[in-house]
């Protein structure tokens, strides 16, 4: 399980809002959500950071976050694993929002297309901004998907 909602997110490095989004390349359930977590940096990205960290080179990293549509930051986290370990990061996909003061809010693991229209639903009332589904049994993507 990732780190507590309650906790001091380690290794924090901004004063806004932020959701991480772990992930690895070459992770299947990655492969299905990521093109979500674009639309949800898209969605809210000006008003909560989102950091994509990647679990690879930042030679792999980039182009295949550029294939999935997402445009944000991205960590490096390939040497070592030192932010995946410090937020106790299980399994990929995982997504860690963590608040303006530093303290973890919320977590998710997997593909699970209820938990992505919840984040999107409570990222839109945290903006101010729309909370309308990220995803839809028509977009093709199974309702669950373990990282």
């Known amino acids: 399980m990732p780190i507590a909602p309650g906790a001091v997110a380690p290794l924090h490095d901004s004063s806004r809002p932020t959701l991480y989004a772990f992930f690895k390349h070459n992770?299947?359930?990655?492969?299905?959500?990521?093109?979500?977590?674009?639309?949800?940096?898209?969605?809210?990205?000006?008003?909560?950071?989102?950091?994509?960290?990647?679990?690879?080179?930042?030679?792999?990293?980039?182009?295949?976050?550029?294939?999935k549509?997402?445009?944000?930051?991205?960590?490096?986290?390939?040497?070592?694993?030192?932010?995946?370990?410090?937020?106790?990061?299980?399994?990929?996909?995982?997504?860690?929002?963590v608040n303006d003061d530093g303290t973890v809010v919320s977590t998710s693991e997997s593909w699970d297309r209820d938990r992505y229209n919840q984040w999107a639903h409570d990222l839109g009332e945290r903006t101010g901004r729309t909370t309308d589904p990220v995803s839809t049994e028509a977009d093709g993507r199974p309702a669950f998907k373990p990282g």
């Open 27 to 67: 992770c299947p359930t990655c492969q299905v959500a990521f093109p979500v977590i674009g639309e949800l940096e898209r969605r809210y990205g000006d008003a909560v950071e989102v950091v994509a960290v990647a679990q690879d080179a930042p030679e792999i990293a980039r182009p295949w976050l550029d294939d």
């Open 69 to 97: 549509g997402f445009a944000g930051r991205a960590v490096d986290d390939s040497s070592g694993y030192t932010m995946s370990l410090a937020y106790e990061i299980d399994s990929v996909p995982t997504l860690v929002l």
